[in-house]
């Protein structure tokens, strides 16, 4: 049972925008960074977006992030087949001291 | 370019020790950075385990406080974690990764399989 909750799948087409959201709580989202990544079968994670919406080095502006109160999405505009991954959310948690992790979702390309 | 690189025995038998070290290049662990571990069953989502500052300070996930400690060497720039009575339920890939405080990870080492079975 992860702390941040994802949706297990999300699906569109080659030129669709798609969002992904994540919804937290007052202890996570609701007061730190959101972090998003990006998983492809076999390996790491890698960092989409931080700090909300900001993109690191080589990270394409297809991918954008926003957060309100204690929700946060991930949208991908003119979707590729290459954008078929597993996407996950990430925020620190006050209560715990640590980072919390949505359940991923799973990005289908029809 | 930051890098790191888990290492490790791939097989543990149940109710024996986990231990696992990461080893960092491209950046002094000796900076304003924690340093983490954070595992993936197969199949599964991500669970953050610990994270260690290099004088020493730590956070763990009460989950499995218990179980885990983290330990830093800074003269080998390298950060170890250890897990005591495991069972099949650890079994995951574990990776090793960055981050600031309060913050999520941003740099992950590629990560290492560690079957727990007899």
């Known amino acids: 049972q992860s702390v941040l909750t994802q949706p297990l799948s999300a699906s569109g087409t080659p030129g669709q925008t798609v969002t992904i959201p994540c919804s937290g709580s007052?202890?996570?989202?609701?007061?730190?960074?959101v972090y998003w990544y990006q998983q492809f079968p076999g390996t790491a994670p890698k960092l989409l977006i931080y700090k909300n919406n900001q993109w690191p080095s080589g990270i394409p502006d297809r991918f954008s992030g926003s957060k309100s109160g204690t929700s946060a999405s991930l949208a991908i505009s003119g979707l590729r087949s290459e954008d078929e991954a597993d996407y996950h959310c990430?925020?620190?948690?006050?209560?715990?001291?640590?980072?919390?992790f949505g359940g991923g979702t799973k990005l289908t390309v029809l | 370019q930051v890098q790191l690189q888990e290492s490790g025995p791939g097989l543990v038998e149940p109710s024996e020790t986990l231990s696992l070290t990461c080893t960092v290049s491209?950046?002094?662990?000796?900076?304003?950075?924690?340093w983490g571990w954070v595992r993936q069953p197969p199949g599964k989502g991500l669970e953050w385990i610990a994270s260690i500052y290099e004088s020493g300070r730590n956070y763990y996930n009460p989950s499995l406080d218990s179980r885990v400690t983290i330990s830093v060497d800074t003269s080998k720039n390298q950060f170890s974690l250890k897990m005591t009575s495991v069972t099949a339920t650890d079994t995951a890939i574990y990776y090793c990764?960055?981050?600031?405080?309060?913050?999520?990870?941003?740099?992950w080492g590629q990560g290492a399989l560690v079957t727990v079975s007899s």
């Open positions: 491209g950046y002094s662990i000796s900076s304003d950075f924690y």
């Open positions: 990764a960055r981050h600031l405080y309060s913050e999520p990870l941003d740099y």
């Open positions: 007052s202890s996570n989202i609701g007061s730190n960074f």
């Open positions: 990430a925020a620190w948690d006050d209560g715990l001291s640590g980072v919390v």
